[in-house]
């Protein structure tokens, strides 16, 4: 199985910071990767596909690069409703595989 | 608008079966591949399984091979996940998701989830 890690697993950061949050795959995924955005109580919500495509509907501060086996998701100037819990996922190889999650509190 | 709804989730004993379902509408369900992703409480997301547009492939995490089957009934567009054997760490809030399949097999519909707890 492919094994994602996501670093850091938390990050304190205060509105209008720039964050980045990386993830690493085990083996090359091409760029079959997804960032997701999930708030407490809520269903995860996609921001990211193939890498660096923006989801429709999501804020251009979203941004996502990177190729086989190294993978970033950029906020660039982080808003209130940018506290979340944010996670990578391969979609390469079964079974597709999620990375452990990095949140992103208030400082 | 695409809207996913999961049902039949519940307390269940270790060793006990339960099968969830998941309600879909707003798209043509017959033309994507549909996922069960879960979250134990206080934890991450696991993907648990796939199944193809047509029902014809499917593909488990390895946690859950050989317990737990996914189908689909694309007449009355439902996904299920029967799942059997129960564990405690089977314990999570199981959603239902959407693949975008023509683009690639990410996530880009969710279901609010339904709380699965295996406990005696």
């Known amino acids: 199985d492919i094994q994602m890690t996501q670093s850091p697993s938390t990050l304190s950061a205060s509105v209008g910071d720039r964050v980045t949050i990386t993830c690493r795959a085990s083996l090359t995924i091409s760029s079959w990767l997804a960032w997701y955005q999930q708030k407490p109580g809520k269903a995860p919500k996609l921001l990211i596909y193939?890498?660096?495509s923006l989801e429709s509907g999501v804020p251009s501060r979203f941004s996502g690069s990177g190729s086989g086996t190294e993978f970033t998701l950029t906020i660039s100037s982080l808003q209130p409703d940018d506290f979340a819990t944010y996670y990578c996922q391969q979609y390469n190889n079964y079974p597709f595989t999620f990375g452990q999650g990095t949140k992103v509190e208030i400082k | 608008q695409v809207q996913l709804v999961e049902s039949g989730g519940g307390v269940v004993q270790p060793g006990r079966s339960l099968r969830l379902s998941c309600a879909a509408s707003?798209?043509?369900?017959?033309?994507?591949?549909m996922h069960w992703v879960r979250q134990a409480p206080g934890k991450g997301l696991e993907w648990v399984a796939i199944i193809s547009s047509n029902g014809g492939d499917k593909h488990y995490a390895d946690s859950v091979k050989g317990r737990f089957t996914i189908s689909r009934d694309n007449t009355n567009n439902t996904l299920y996940l029967q799942m059997n054997s129960l564990r405690g760490e089977d314990t999570a809030v199981y959603y239902c998701?959407?693949?975008?399949?023509?683009?690639?097999?990410?996530?880009?519909?969710w279901g609010q989830g339904t709380l699965v707890t295996v406990s005696s």
């Open positions: 707003g798209f043509t369900f017959s033309s994507y591949g």
């Open positions: 193939k890498a660096s």
């Open positions: 998701a959407k693949d975008n399949s023509y683009g690639g097999w990410y996530l880009d519909y």
